[in-house]
């Protein structure tokens, strides 16, 4: 045999060998119940990063809960609203949404409060002590002649809904409008609907479509500057 036949057997030989080595050197495919257990292994790591992620969160948000103030829709919803009314001034006027209906506040001035107990104007008025008709119509608080808090008379809170056909009557706190009774009126609110009138206190003029006063909705001063309308005073 030539020594070139026994060198080229040799060359075979050595590669094959090595292709085996390469071979037996690879990782050897797993089995079934090792993919299985595998899998379980990634879910449950899956699971508990997603636990400890969500308790993270809970804690992250927690803090801002507290100090959240109602959205509009919130609000609307019923959620209370905090009226500033520190640079509010007499005859002027501040509209709010609640409970996705309309509310004033309003500050009267001296004349226009002692306007609301003059024997005068109650003769015009419906229900002039609200123990009528319209003896459901604001809370006890304010079952008054000013229909306000007391201590709190120049300062007005009313649902801005005329009781009649739910319009949204119009502010009209000028004294003696010839369009409206001339010096009978003593400034208040006119629903260009129907016709109905009411006085700034919200009580409703006698011989009108609307049959009672219109409301007053709870609310409370938290301070001299500020009103929250939707919760009650403390008792």
């Not at 509010?88 to 001296?110: D, N, S, T, Y």
């Not at 003059?118 to 003769?123: D, R, V």
């Not at 369009?179 to 260009?192: I, N, S, T």
Request: net charge positive; charged share 20%.
């Amino acid at each position: 045999m030539s020594e070139q036949t026994i060198d080229l057997k040799k060359r075979r030989f050595l590669t094959q060998a090595k292709l085996e080595v390469q071979f037996k050197s690879l990782p050897s495919k797993p089995s079934t119940s090792e993919q299985t257990i595998d899998l379980k292994k990634r879910r449950f790591l899956t699971q508990a990063t997603s636990v400890v992620g969500a308790v993270g969160v809970g804690f992250v948000a927690w803090p801002f809960v507290s100090t959240w103030k109602p959205s509009a829709r919130a609000k609307a919803a019923g959620a209370p609203v905090d009226v500033d009314i520190s640079k509010l001034e007499a005859g002027q006027m501040v509209r709010v949404l609640w409970r996705k209906k309309p509310v004033w506040i309003f500050r009267r001035g001296a004349e226009a409060n002692a306007a609301l107990s003059s024997p005068e104007l109650e003769a015009l008025l419906a229900d002039p002590n609200g123990t009528g008709n319209s003896k459901s119509q604001q809370p006890t608080y304010a079952n008054n002649t000013h229909r306000t808090i007391e201590g709190n008379e120049e300062v007005a809170v009313i649902v801005g809904v005329c009781t009649h056909l739910g319009c949204s009557p119009t502010y009209r706190p000028e004294p003696g409008a010839a369009d409206l009774g001339g010096e009978e009126w003593k400034g208040g609110f006119y629903c260009p609907c129907h016709g109905s009138k009411f006085d700034l206190a919200g009580r409703v003029y006698a011989g009108v479509p609307a049959p009672t006063n219109l409301v007053i909705p709870p609310y409370h001063f938290v301070s001299d500057a500020l009103i929250r309308i939707g919760v009650d005073p403390a008792a």
